[in-house]
């Protein structure tokens, strides 16, 4: 999402973060209430194209929210009423937006809880184990399976272990794959936990693994390059020889390949 969307997201959120910090726990539910608009735009492109058309009054589409949310708290309704009067790039910007809000509240839920580090590592630590299960990730991101069925693999494979955010937010992505594959959508809540935190993440692959020290040695490294913390997901993958492949974001990194990290491969090795 960018320019005009991003814009009309940022302003969204800044005005929602209020209403997630006086929420506190409880905000998870507001962000299933979001998650519930998000699925009504996605089946429907005439909800989706009234909701962004520009050339429609505002206070008229908010009017269209008011009686699509009557149910809805009140929070709620005022976010997607001040949204739908926004301007959007794109007919899918704004269920998208409604859907990265929606992480938000389950995130904020967390953060309220003193969880959002575990939820966090629980969202990285599934995605690894589900790296050799390939049919497994094919179900739960096939939509021409019942979402029932999807929902009760994903069920069976967090067996109550996780917190109620991480499998909210699992359940979430297996219900409701918007064209995503499972581990990006993970992937994504994840980033943006981080950043709630002020972090970057920085996902690390390793050929044999890396020391708690060298671990420390690299978030600092990375830490001075981006200017903020870094958290570290590290896997191991014996196929990568001789170094690091770092990713930050859209940046790709690769010490087996860069000379730019030579300096910091030296350091890590000391």
């Given at each position: ?6 814009v009309?997201?940022?302003r969204?959120?800044e005005?929602?973060?209020?209403v997630l910090?006086?929420?506190g726990a ?6 299933e ?13 005439s909800?989706r ?14 009017g269209?929210?008011?009686?699509l ?5 009140p929070q ?18 704004l ?8 992480f938000?509240?389950l ?9 959002q580090?575990?939820?966090e ?13 390939r049919e497994?990730?094919?179900a739960l ?7 029932e069925?999807?929902?009760?693999l994903i ?17 979430r992505a ?14 994504h ?27 420390d040695?690299?978030?600092?490294i ?9 958290k ?9 020889v ?27 090795a000391?």
């Open positions: 999402m960018r320019g005009t969307s991003r009309s997201l940022e969204a959120a005005r929602f973060e209020p910090g006086a929420a409880q905000a998870a539910g507001l962000g209430q979001l998650f519930a608009v998000v699925d009504a735009l996605d089946s429907s492109g909800l194209r009234t909701l962004t058309d520009p050339s429609i009054d505002g206070d008229a589409k908010a269209v929210v008011r009686q949310l009557a149910d809805a708290d709620v309704v005022e976010l997607v009423s001040d949204m739908v009067r926004s301007r959007w790039s794109a007919e899918p910007d269920a998208t937006a409604l859907e990265e809000l929606g938000h509240a995130i904020a839920s967390a953060e309220a809880g003193g969880e580090v575990r939820v590592d629980e969202l990285f630590r599934l995605t690894r184990a589900l790296v050799g299960q497994a990730r094919r991101a096939d939509e021409s399976v019942a979402v069925r999807r929902l009760a069920d069976q494979i967090l067996a109550g272990r996780t917190s109620p955010v991480t499998a909210a937010i699992a359940r297996t219900a409701s794959p918007r064209g995503r594959r499972f581990a990006a959508t993970l992937g809540v994840g980033e943006l936990s981080a950043a709630r935190r002020q972090r970057l993440v920085a996902a690390v692959t390793t050929g044999s693994g890396l020391s708690v020290t060298q671990q040695r690299l978030e600092g990375l830490a001075r390059a981006y200017g903020r913390p870094v570290l997901n590290v896997t191991v993958d014996e196929a990568v001789g170094g690091l492949r770092i990713q930050v974001g859209s940046d790709v990194v690769d010490a087996t390949v860069l000379s730019r990290l030579d300096d910091a491969r030296r350091r890590l000391s």
